[in-house]
C-alpha cells in the first residue's frame, strides 16, 4: 500500500521560510512524478510545483520562492518555500503518480500571518 506523509507545516510570518516534507513508502519512489498542490477553503486545489525524475516545473505565483526537490535515497520529496506571503496560507498536499495511478498525502497546514 502506498503512503504519503506530509510534514513541517506551521505558523510563519510573511517574508519567513519553511520546508514541507513528503515521505513516500510502498512503492518505487525513483521513478514517480511528484507534485505539492495547496487548497484554501472553498477554492480548488492548485498545482505549486512538480518534478520528475529529469525536470522541476513550478505554478507562476510561486516561481522564484519555492524550490521542490527529492531525495531518493530517502523516499522523501520537499518542497522549501522562502518569501512567503500570507496568500501563501493553504492546506498543502502531497501527489505522487505512477503512470496512471496516483496518491495523495493527507495535507499540512500553512499559515503566513503576522
Known amino acids: 500500500q502506498v503512503q504519503l506523509v506530509e510534514s513541517g507545516g506551521v505558523l510563519v510570518q510573511p517574508g519567513g521560510s519553511l520546508r514541507l516534507s513528503c515521505a513516500v513508502s510502498?512503492?518505487?519512489?525513483?521513478?514517480?512524478?511528484m507534485c505539492w498542490y495547496r487548497q484554501v477553503p472553498g477554492k480548488q486545489r492548485e498545482l505549486v510545483a512538480g518534478?520528475?525524475?529529469?525536470?522541476?516545473s513550478y505554478a507562476d505565483h510561486v516561481k522564484g520562492r519555492f524550490t521542490i526537490s527529492r531525495d531518493n535515497a530517502k523516499n522523501t520529496v520537499y518542497l522549501q518555500m522562502n518569501s512567503l506571503k500570507p496568500e501563501d496560507t493553504a492546506d498543502y498536499y502531497c501527489?505522487?503518480?505512477?503512470?496512471?495511478?496516483?496518491?495523495w498525502g493527507q495535507g499540512t497546514q500553512v499559515t503566513v500571518s503576522s
Open positions: 501527489n505522487g503518480k505512477w503512470g496512471s495511478t496516483e496518491y
Open positions: 518534478i520528475s525524475v529529469w525536470q522541476t
Open positions: 510502498g512503492s518505487i519512489f525513483s521513478i514517480a512524478v
